[in-house]
């Protein structure tokens, strides 16, 4: 059953959107959708982010691409320090309803993480401090922005040196091992031998359930199996009691 979203400003709602795509490949609109309406829309800051990735010392002239990216303005930070970096979001077909949900999601944080009313002038505040530079660099570079599947990627082969993903190819797709496999085969696809491809939380982190650790460990494993020319590595980025113990990322590298 596909859900009935409201109509974008640009004429196309965000289920007909991934009803598209779905029917070009393998997966079944449902699945899509399922996917779809399980995940929050986040918007994790740069800043943050940065600090769970390891990223090259020098990023000027890479081209990168941000998997399931939200509101983040992790892409914008990349291209502030000088790389071509693109975004990429199934909600990126529907601005209006990626902010909504962006904005439920958001009551929840400042509730639980900032302990303040979600309809006060501070928890207003946050928020416009979360969402400028995604909404300032979406206006001023939109080509950057790009609507698609994870797992249906409209990027040619071997065509990024850096693909990274929080929260989104692990964390979002990881709930259906197929959405999982494939999103997995098309990020390795985009990737430039010699590049790394970085995906977090991988086995360690505070929303991953068993089952979705089960479908990581078995498609990661497939992935491995299938392709000798990749490298895998995995390591706790970050170890913080908030983050109930720490987060861990797989980083995979392609022989160059
Ligand atoms: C939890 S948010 C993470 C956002 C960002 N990476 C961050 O860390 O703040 C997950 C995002 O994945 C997107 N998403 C869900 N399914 C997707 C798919 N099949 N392809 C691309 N994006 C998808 C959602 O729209 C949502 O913005």
Not at 151 to 159: G, K
Not at 175 to 185: E, G, H, N, Y
Request: charged share 20%; with cysteine.
């Amino acid at each position: 059953m596909l859900r009935p979203y409201g109509r974008s400003h640009w004429g196309v709602s965000a289920s007909e959107f991934a009803y598209a795509l779905s029917m070009t490949a393998d997966l079944t609109p449902h699945v899509v959708m399922a996917i779809a309406a399980e995940a929050e829309v986040t918007g994790i800051a740069y800043k943050s982010l940065s600090r769970f990735y390891e990223l090259p010392p020098e990023v000027k002239g890479l081209r990168t691409l941000d998997v399931c990216s939200g509101m983040s303005d992790f892409a914008y930070g990349l291209r502030q320090r000088g790389a071509g970096a693109y975004a990429l979001d199934l909600l990126y077909a529907d601005f209006r309803l990626l902010r909504a949900r962006h904005q439920e999601s958001f009551r929840e944080v400042a509730r639980d993480v900032f302990q303040t009313n979600p309809d006060g002038v501070k928890a207003r505040k946050i928020y416009q401090g979360y969402v400028q530079s995604f909404q300032a660099s979406l206006k001023k570079r939109p080509r950057f922005y790009v609507a698609g599947s994870a797992t249906h990627l409209p990027f040619a082969d071997a065509s990024f040196d850096l693909v990274t993903s929080f929260n989104g190819v692990f964390g979002t797709l990881d709930f259906d091992i197929r959405a999982l496999s494939q999103a997995l085969a098309e990020v390795v696809r985009v990737l430039r031998p010699g590049g790394s491809l970085q995906l977090l939380p991988y086995q360690k982190g505070p929303i991953l359930d068993d089952h979705q650790r089960q479908n990581q460990i078995e498609a990661v494993e497939a992935l491995g199996a299938a392709d000798a020319s990749l490298g895998f590595s995995d390591t706790v980025a970050r170890e913080s009691a908030l983050l109930g113990g720490g987060v861990a990322r797989l980083t995979i590298t392609k022989a160059g």
